[in-house]
């Protein structure tokens, strides 16, 4: 017979992860929640706290009927916001674009290499990480800007005759985003073509289809799964990417992630980038869900 | 099937026919990996509504062979004509020759009736068309009632209905079939292959079949290709296969048979005296071109052994103590030490219903085969 000892053990090992979230991260997002609907005040720290933890049940139901929705109305009103939530998502939408474009074949090419090769290519891709995000997505600063390494490249082969301004604008930051979430598209687009099955395609040519047809019909319907997992990988964090466009962007660019740090850092208005964060949570949450159920059912059709 | 067909099944020997063109031709064909040669050399025709079976062990160049047909390989010299064209330069998706996979190789996002439908759509064949053609090729593999599901939920034979209803559905001039039941059990790989020799004679199309099982090649086909390391060793239909074999490698692979060496005394009109090393004289009808002095080989399948306690009166005669006995139900297998101390084995067929053995282990017994009945084998 079980020991209520073994028995809570047992239960243990699957409450851990959900005592792990619970503290990393619904703790902080209540926080985060509650300086949402707080007021701004010239204080230490800049707000008048919503609620007490001190008050008790009673106190915290008298505190949140006290609740102020006058943040999230501001964010409503001001266009500022909404631009940057819109360009943030229109930013992250065409770099995963970008970013399918160039991994794809990269993905492809690697998962039809000769199979001793693979681990090589594999590594190849990984291998940036072992560098900080930072100084990789800093270096994109010595290549890009006007006296930089690939300006003088293109000056010196004679493509160019003046310097390109790429630095600052939102060129650069498609090409910091693209270069920076490459390996997460690749990833999963190699673990689903390398496990394809080469007959099909040989099955498709012989019932009539050209290489290429076969590879529209059946190696990318096939590849979908990993298509969607790739763009899913790149697409959200890129929408709340602080640091590609804040180094390598320019005033045009608007992303909600440098709005957010302005309001908390320069304006120090916490409150009102507390609500910015909860929307930018809100928007995100729908994609996620989309890839999870992606995902689960990418699962239900492999078994 | 009516009776013409089964007159037309016993005549059926375009391969004896002078006249007869080759619908498939296979000329000097090698192919090389590398430094290895996966065939040799070869050349072979099969005639139009031939069941045609290629057998051989893993990598002996049988599927390359038949991969050379369907465009998946390339030839290293030699030339692949069909129906007198040379395929050289004509790819996969425009050869009228059409192949089962091994692995079936369904589409996995596609249900059954999209995977029929895929050659068909390929061509432009107009919707109605399909359907009907789809309809049709769903019953005769009778899976009309699968026609929505997906590979992953049918069972092995079920798969391999779809991807047979597949590759006829273009109706090919030609049909492969590469190991087509290899991944059925035992009792369904048997029906299945009574189905596959009725079909191919409902269609009248050429099938071509590669597989490692020599009774899968024996059932379906009219003629048998032993393929040994790139070269092909004998074609034949099956029973002249198994009866007649040429070569040592054929009379084993195809069948049991037992094989002692022996020595040439003399030849004469059809007639072969050999003597084995222990001093057995033994008379074989045979037309192999020996002379005395060579040594040959007596070769004598199981079921043509009879075994006797009483030494019989006549026939060839050899010596022994039953060793082992194998009981299949049907057969029972003897296997006999002889005086010279090789291993013979004998099988005889248990027609009478009985509990006992009338031989048993230990016991002396007689070896006999008539003269017509053994072979001799000089290669």
Redesign the interface.
Known sequence: MKTWLQYSAGRMTIWLPYIWLLIFFLTPFLLVAKLSVSETAIAQPPYIPAMNFADGPFGWWRDIKKFTVGNYLFITEESLYWKSYFSSLWIAFVSTMLTLLIGYPLAYGMAKAPREWRPTLLMLVILPFWTSFLIRVYAWIGILKKEGLLNQLLLSMGVISDPLTILNTNVAVYIGIVYSYLPFMVLPLFANLEKQ?F??L?????????RR?AFW??TW??SMPGVIAGCFLVFIPAVGEFVIPSLLGGSETLMIGRTLFDEFFANRDWPISSAVAIILLLILIVPIMMFQRSEARARE?G? | MNNSTVANRRTFQPWNDPKENPFVEFRNITKRYGDVTAVDNLSLSIYEREFFALLGPSGCGKTTLMRML???ETVSEGAVFLAGEDLAST????RP???M?Q?Y?????MNVEKNIA??LK??GMPTGEITDRVAKMLALVKMEEFAKRKP?QLSGGQKQRVALA??LA?QPKLLLLDEPLGALDRKLREETQFELIDLQEQLGITFMIVTHDQEEAMTVADRIAVMDRGRLVQVDPPMAMYERPRSRYVADFLGNINLIEAKVQNVSKGFVRLETKDGNSLLVESEASVSSGDTVWFAARPEKLQIDLKKPKSGNLMSGEVWDIAYLGDLTIYKVKLDSGEYVKASVLNRAVSSDRPISWEDKVWLSCPNDAALVLTS
């Open positions: 099955d007959t099909l040989e099955a498709a040519e012989d019932l009539g289809c050209t047809q019909k059946i319907p096939l059709a078994r | 369907a465009g998946f790819p996969p998706y425009h020759v059409n192949m996979f692995s190789a369904l589409f996995p996002h895929f050659g390929q061509e992953n597949r590759s273009k």
